[in-house]
């Protein structure tokens, strides 16, 4: 009889695994589903779509043989099956058992299950929150788009042609990592199935298969993670360099994965030391050039007040393909942090995005705006703000209208105040707003001023 090894490493309690997670093939394979209701129906289904040769009983029989059974479901209504027996029984035959709802008669226990075509992902929380374990797969539902599906099942077309035109493992599972994190994954995930394949069939037949990747330009929203698009959280997880402004949290760049080069390109207003754009532009065809995934993470939108548009023409200049990706811009972050409306039927029909800072450090167009009414939205106006409130009362906006500064619009730390156009300048000389700010100026505010006033600091009168 061989000698039992025992493992030279003692596992950590504290890492311990509450159940070991496993997949079956169930194809033809015999499962016995115990109960008469809908719950046990509902489990039937599932082992069925698996393959499995689903055996139905309303109840255990006394004797019954459960030898054939690879493993035991029951999902009882009331008291119908004796579970006590039923565990014993199932001990006896070593066939394992799950009870629905009844952990401390469960061998084995059911995940939540995300379903990508052959791609399944399976979230237990050990039997302690069944509900918590739903919340989880419905964030992951969100976070894995269908494109994996394609993505898995173009894999295992093409797994056994990659295998025979490139037998060295090493070449192989760097050919893999590159279809799969590159341009034919992104054609899978944007659906385009014979696009994927017809590159993949390029690449295979290419002597030197050089990933081509676009340089991604990123909006990262206001602030929290959690609104970020998942195009965004996909990129950026999947980057190898990551270009970041100032303005990007530390939230959003933990989602960066640990060996991505992270850039510090700090573009932030009226700093000195910031990174020129040219230099920026410069860096960003440089991390091109490397054949990585480049990632260019700008706050808020990259196409609102993000010089997107300046680094989309450089890297086209010099001949490297980019793609924009669209991110919640500061405006609509600080509405939906204050929970108040930029527009408002009857009241407010325009929304106008305007920045306070120009090339030439002046701006003209404040009587076209207070002319234009609605809600104004204006980017990096914390400076300027009583050389703002003056332009505007002198091209003809009511002093009187509602205004609000929001800083750090989303994070934990955001800051408001609110106040009217001529009381602005005050509300913010006293210094205690010192990062990035926005100001929302108009009559739509003021149908939520009562709202707002009991949790913001009302301003000082002039």
């Known amino acids: 009889m061989p000698t039992p090894r025992l493992s030279r490493e003692v596992p950590d309690a504290s890492g311990r695994l509450s159940h070991f997670p496993v997949f079956f093939d169930l194809k033809d394979v015999p499962v016995l589903v115990l109960g008469s209701g809908d719950l046990a129906d509902a489990k039937a289904r599932l082992v069925a779509r698996a393959g499995a040769k689903v055996v139905r009983w309303d109840r255990l029989a006394a004797g019954a043989d459960l030898t054939p059974f690879r493993f035991i479901i029951a999902a009882p209504v009331g008291d119908e099956i004796d579970l006590a027996a039923l565990r014993a029984a199932a001990s006896a035959v070593r066939v394992p058992l799950n009870v629905a709802d009844t952990p401390s008669y469960c061998d084995f226990i059911l995940p939540a299950m995300i379903e990508r075509g052959p791609v399944t992902v399976a979230v237990s929380t050990g039997g302690t929150a069944p509900i918590l374990a739903r919340l989880l797969r419905a964030v992951l539902e969100k976070a894995i ?17 990659v295998t025979a035109a490139l037998p060295d493992a090493s070449r192989r599972k760097a050919f893999w990592e590159t279809m799969l994190a590159g341009r034919i994954a992104d054609l899978a995930l944007a659906g385009q199935a014979e696009a994927a394949e017809a590159a993949i069939a390029e690449a295979l037949a290419s002597d030197h298969p050089m990933p081509s990747y ?3 330009l990123v909006g990262a929203g206001p602030g929290d993670p959690e609104l970020l698009t998942l195009k965004a959280a996909r990129l950026i997880g999947a980057a190898d360099i990551i270009l970041y402004d100032a303005l990007v949290g530390d939230g959003v760049l933990r989602l960066a994965k640990r060996e991505a080069k992270l850039i510090s390109v700090g573009k932030r207003c009226g700093d000195k030391s910031s990174m020129p754009q040219a230099a920026i532009n410069e860096a960003l065809l440089a991390a091109a050039r490397t054949g990585g995934r480049v990632v260019r993470l700008k706050g808020g939108d990259p ?7 300046e680094e989309i023409s450089y890297l086209d200049a010099h001949g490297v393909s980019s793609e924009l990706v669209p991110g919640v811009t500061a405006a609509l972050g600080a509405a939906a942090a204050l929970r108040c409306s930029l527009t408002q039927r009857g009241v407010a029909r325009t929304l106008t995005l305007a920045t306070a800072q120009t090339e030439d450090g002046m701006a003209d167009h404040w009587a076209g705006l207070a002319k234009a009414g609605g809600t104004l939205a204006l980017y990096m106006g914390k400076a300027a703000a009583g050389r703002l409130a003056r332009d505007l009362i002198a091209a003809g906006l009511d002093p009187a209208t509602p205004a609000v500064a929001v800083e750090n619009a989303s994070l934990p730390h955001q800051r408001e105040t609110i106040s009217n156009l001529a009381e602005l300048p005050f509300a913010l000389a006293d210094g205690r707003f010192d990062g990035p700010t926005l100001l929302l100026i108009g009559t739509a505010l003021a149908q939520t001023q009562d709202r707002i006033s009991s949790v ?5 009168a002039a």
């Open 145 to 161: 788009p269908p494109g994996y599906g394609l993505l898995a099942s173009l894999a295992g077309r093409w797994r056994e042609r």
């Open 214 to 216: 676009p340089v991604a």
């Open 303 to 309: 196409g609102v007040f993000g010089r997107a548009s």
């Open 456 to 460: 913001l600091e009302v301003a000082p």
